[in-house]
């Protein structure tokens, strides 16, 4: 529903003459946005324009938060690297011309060379493996801050992570 310029005008003119609101508690703001609004209706002399301004920036912060929330359901979330398994568990997936065996709850054996960790989701990991020759498999333990753990050292001796730990094995079927 749209308002006129006249009705919101006299909202704004309501707001601007009555004592200011005391702020909410908020715990966690999350966006520039709500503390923009929250400011400007807290400031009893604001004027419509500024208010509007106000309203004008909140709508498009908003709009791009949900445009980025958007974006990243689209990816997926977190939880779908924990339910792969049992699913995917000795089976097959090629990335970027290279392709893995996977395993769940197995990983690539301790010991072997470590190239890099990285803060990313299991279909960019392997997709980061794929795109670095010298990468020759990775281990995955989502519950980790950087979840993807890439091998330089091709090593085709699987590891098991005990039954406390999450961890996919993603090797390539054959040395890169």
Same mark, same amino acid.
């Given at each position: 529903?749209?308002?006129?310029?006249?009705?919101?005008?006299?909202?704004?003119?309501?707001?601007?003459?009555?004592?200011?609101?005391?702020?909410?508690?908020?715990?966690?703001?999350?966006?520039?946005?709500?503390?923009?609004?929250?400011?400007?209706?807290?400031?009893?002399?604001?004027?419509?324009?500024?208010?509007?301004?106000?309203?004008?920036?909140?709508?498009? =912060?908003?709009?791009?938060? %949900?445009?980025?929330? !958007?974006?990243?359901?689209?990816? +997926? $979330?977190?939880?779908?690297? #924990?339910?792969?398994?049992?699913?995917?568990?000795?089976?097959?997936?090629?990335?970027?011309?290279?392709?893995?065996?996977?395993?769940?709850?197995?990983?690539?054996?301790?010991?072997?060379?470590?190239?890099?960790?990285?803060?990313?989701?299991?279909?960019?990991?392997?997709?980061?493996?794929?795109?670095?020759?010298?990468?020759?498999?990775?281990?995955?333990?989502?519950? =980790?801050?950087?979840?993807? %753990?890439?091998?330089? !050292?091709?090593?085709?001796?699987? +590891? $098991?992570?005990?039954?406390? #730990?999450?961890?996919?094995?993603?090797?390539?079927?054959?040395?890169?």
């Amino acid at each position: 529903m749209k308002l006129s310029i006249a009705i919101l005008t006299t909202i704004l003119s309501a707001l601007a003459s009555a004592a200011p609101p005391a702020a909410p508690a908020i715990a966690d703001a999350g966006t520039a946005s709500t503390n923009l609004l929250l400011t400007r209706q807290s400031t009893p002399n604001a004027t419509c324009a500024n208010e509007l301004d106000a309203l004008r920036t909140c709508q498009d =912060n908003l709009a791009s938060d %949900l445009a980025t929330c !958007q974006t990243q359901a689209a990816a +997926g $979330s977190p939880f779908e690297d #924990y339910t792969r398994c049992p699913r995917i568990h000795d089976q097959t997936t090629a990335v970027d011309g290279v392709t893995y065996r996977q395993r769940c709850n197995q990983g690539i054996a301790s010991g072997t060379t470590v190239l890099r960790s990285e803060d990313l989701r299991y279909d960019a990991c392997l997709a980061a493996c794929s795109a670095d020759r010298r990468c020759q498999g990775v281990n995955f333990w989502p519950a =980790n801050d950087r979840p993807c %753990l890439m091998f330089s !050292q091709y090593n085709s001796n699987w +590891g $098991s992570a005990g039954s406390q #730990y999450i961890v996919i094995g993603a090797l390539p079927t054959q040395r890169r």
